[in-house]
């Protein structure tokens, strides 16, 4: 099973900071989705990006998120100015197998950012 | 939403297999079945997928209907450490062709000493 790093594992921040979580799959991969769970709620999809683009994004991805990979590994979450409403899990899924069609996502053990 | 419906929780001993079963009557022809579970807070754990016939891996069996309007799910000898959220979630196939998986609230299967 594909290991994927995400970091830090807990983030703390006041409100309207700039915060960025990372991720790091131990392989190329194809596709790279960020979810996350508020405390209590159900696991969310944000955001899907392919080929260095985003493929698809939930009306919860407004303007205060981004996504990228700076450097053809890490791929990145950041969140412009926080607000209280983002404290959640934040959670890195990348494709199973770059090749296959229905393969698997599998997800990192998530970021839990704190917004004061 | 979420294509599924699960039971909140169900409990099981033990040792014993423990069925855990799914509704998806609007499934679609080519969209695939796939359970995830989730233990505390950690990520989403992948457990197995099938599209109409029935897989079996080191974790789990997965038994898909014939009108693909349901399955279960089975862990054939349930251990303290699989309690967790099990959730049942139909793949949606997006238009840019990415893998969206749409979680529901999960069903909480406890397993007893």
């Known amino acids: 099973e594909p290991e994927v790093t995400q970091t830090p594992s807990h983030q703390v921040t006041q409100m309207g900071q700039e915060v960025i979580l990372r991720c790091v799959p131990i392989?190329?991969?194809?596709?790279f989705y960020w979810y996350r769970q508020i405390l209590g709620q159900k696991v969310e999809f944000l955001v899907s990006?392919?080929?260095?683009?985003?493929?698809?994004k939930s009306e919860i991805f407004d303007d205060q998120f981004s996504v990228e990979r700076p450097d053809g590994s890490n791929f990145t979450l950041k969140i412009r100015s926080t607000k209280l409403e983002d404290s959640a899990m934040y959670f890195c899924?990348?494709?199973?197998?770059?090749?296959?069609?229905?393969?698997?996502?599998?997800f990192g053990n998530g970021t839990r950012l704190t917004v004061t | 939403d979420a294509k599924t419906t699960q039971p909140p929780s169900m409990d099981c001993a033990e040792g014993r297999a423990a069925n855990l079963p799914c509704n998806h009557s609007?499934?679609?022809?080519?969209?695939?079945v796939y359970w995830y579970r989730q233990i505390h807070s950690q990520g989403p754990q992948y457990i197995i997928h099938?599209?109409?016939n029935n897989e079996t891996n080191e974790m789990a069996s997965l038994i898909i209907t014939e009108d693909r309007k349901s399955s279960t799910l089975i862990l054939p000898h349930a251990t303290l450490r699989d309690t967790a959220v099990y959730y049942c979630?139909?793949?949606?196939?997006?238009?840019?062709?990415?893998?969206?998986?749409?979680f529901g609230k999960g069903m909480k299967l406890t397993v007893n000493p």
């Open positions: 392989s190329n991969h194809l596709y």
């Open positions: 609007t499934i679609s022809g080519n969209e695939y």
């Open positions: 099938g599209l109409k």
């Open positions: 990006f392919y080929n260095n683009e985003i493929s698809e």
């Open positions: 979630i139909v793949r949606v196939t997006t238009q840019g062709g990415s893998e969206k998986l749409v």
């Open positions: 899924a990348i494709d199973g197998v770059k090749t296959t069609y229905n393969s698997p996502l599998h």
